[in-house]
């Protein structure tokens, strides 16, 4: 067992692992900082002392639009996207420094940053229903079990060594740039927030502002694959 606000413990868990999965949250009374940020730098740093293949952290989408509404509600807990995003960036600093100083030998030793939104608590709807996209210009609906089997095979697949992308099921996609409250909430926890959030956070799905044109623009870049090797091929590294 580990605790990702204790370097120490963390450092012991990761020793002699494959993979690694990230998906750690501070909870709604908790601090962020110490969690979504210095945790998982913790945790990075730990993994390349110990060789481990792959890091793959749990992120999400929209985490870069720091003026969407979502990102604006989202961050009311204690600054959590700012911390994600801090995290996000201090994670891929540590390990272009590690590889510079020769600690870091080709994918051994590298990351994935999967960007997930809008979890949802459905069976699985399997790879052919999914599709990727990158530059985190859109987010939509995943069950959990898909989110989750796409860390696994990212965490197997080379072309996912040092690459941030987000993944969604297809067809649901939105901008991040607009996101609103109700682009990534589950129908239960909506339900709820509908009944007490109003202004500007709050939109119908897909309400958040985008026009047939502004979802064209965000899913560029998307792509879907009949399975997961060509689901995740072609992926861009980070700069």
Do not use: H
């Not at 890091?55 to 009311?76: D, E, H, M, R």
């Not at 399997?126 to 609906?141: I, T």
């Not at 109003?198 to 998307?222: V, Y």
């Amino acid at each position: 067992m580990a605790d990702v606000t204790r370097p120490e413990t963390v450092a012991t868990a990761t020793r002699g692992a494959r993979a690694v999965f990230f998906a750690c949250t501070a909870p709604a009374n908790g601090e962020p900082d110490l969690v979504d940020r210095k945790g998982l730098v913790d945790v990075a740093r730990a993994c390349i002392e110990n060789n481990v293949s792959r890091l793959v952290v749990i992120s999400g989408a929209g985490v870069t639009k720091t003026s969407s509404p979502a990102y604006g509600f989202l961050n009311a807990f204690g600054g959590r996207m700012d911390a994600k995003l801090a995290g996000e960036d201090e994670l891929r600093e540590t390990y272009r420094a590690a590889a510079a100083a020769g600690r870091t030998k080709g994918d051994v030793a590298s990351y994935t940053i999967v960007r997930p939104s809008g979890l949802l608590d459905g069976r699985g709807k399997g790879v052919r229903a999914l599709a990727v996209n990158q530059g985190d210009e859109a987010a939509g609906f995943i069950d959990r079990v898909d989110a989750a089997e796409t860390a696994v095979e990212a965490s197997m697949n080379p072309n996912c060594a040092r690459v941030t992308f987000e993944v969604y099921e297809a067809g649901t996609a939105v901008p991040t740039r607009n996101l609103s409250v109700a682009d990534i909430l589950s129908d239960p926890i909506l339900r709820t927030v509908a009944s007490v959030v109003t202004g500007s956070a709050f939109k119908g799905r897909g309400e958040g502002g985008a026009g047939d044109e502004s979802r064209a623009r965000a899913t560029l870049r998307e792509r879907r694959g009949g399975d997961w090797s060509t689901l995740l091929s072609n992926l861009e590294p980070d700069a």
